[in-house]
């Protein structure tokens, strides 16, 4: 497996289901991460290994990244990807269950990544100690924002922030600050 950063985005293995999940974009635009689960889960090549391997870089890993971008409004910054397939989507959902798993995922890969690292598999075969202690961080932040989107603690979560909800949010914002006499 090639890699040449820390994130899914910047590994084989990544970009593998990246191209997985663009082959497969709802015609109506309207993505799920069930659904998309499902088709990585479901796919010889990118389904993902056991956590008890630790490895660094899987679909699970893609999906989760994808998410964060979509929810932080930067998936246009994936200039890479040809003809642009993301801009399309206008909604991108994610089923309570289907986020619990994904953070299960990611933890316990990290988790048995640590102790790979500790049972002799020197930085769980990073060449790099640098790059070892980065996708540690990499992963920490990727299940804590999956743990973001739990909190909301309902079935069905909205990670595009549209227009009008960015819109309603500094509205909100704008009369916290008048009431406290900013």
């Known amino acids: 497996m090639g890699c040449w950063g820390i994130t899914a985005l910047e590994s084989d293995a990544g970009l593998d289901a990246l ?3 663009r082959k497969n974009l709802p015609k109506d635009g309207r993505m799920k991460v069930k659904e998309l689960l499902k088709i990585i889960n ?3 090549w990118n389904k993902p290994p056991v956590t008890e391997a630790g490895e660094s870089h899987t679909g699970v890993m893609m999906l989760a990244e994808l998410m964060v971008k979509f929810q932080d409004g930067t998936i246009q910054e994936m200039e890479f990807i040809p003809q642009k397939p993301f801009e399309k989507i206008v ?3 994610a089923d309570y269950a289907s986020v619990v798993w ?14 790979n ?3 002799g598999i020197q930085w769980n075969g990073w060449f790099q100690e640098e790059d070892w202690s980065a996708w540690q961080i990499h992963m920490k932040n990727l299940v804590e924002r999956l743990s973001d989107i739990l909190q909301q603690n309902i079935p069905e979560m909205e990670l595009i922030q549209h227009a009008e909800n960015k819109m309603t949010e500094q509205q ?5 600050g008048f009431k406290m006499g900013f």
Not at 172 to 176: G, N, R
Request: no cysteine; proline share 0%; net charge negative.
């Open 19 to 21: 191209e997985l999940i």
């Open 42 to 44: 479901e796919d010889e």
């Open 91 to 93: 909604s991108f959902t």
């Open 102 to 115: 994904m953070k299960s995922y990611l933890f316990d890969t990290l988790e048995q990544a640590k102790a």
């Open 117 to 119: 690292a500790e049972n």
């Open 172 to 176: 909100e914002l704008m009369e916290e």
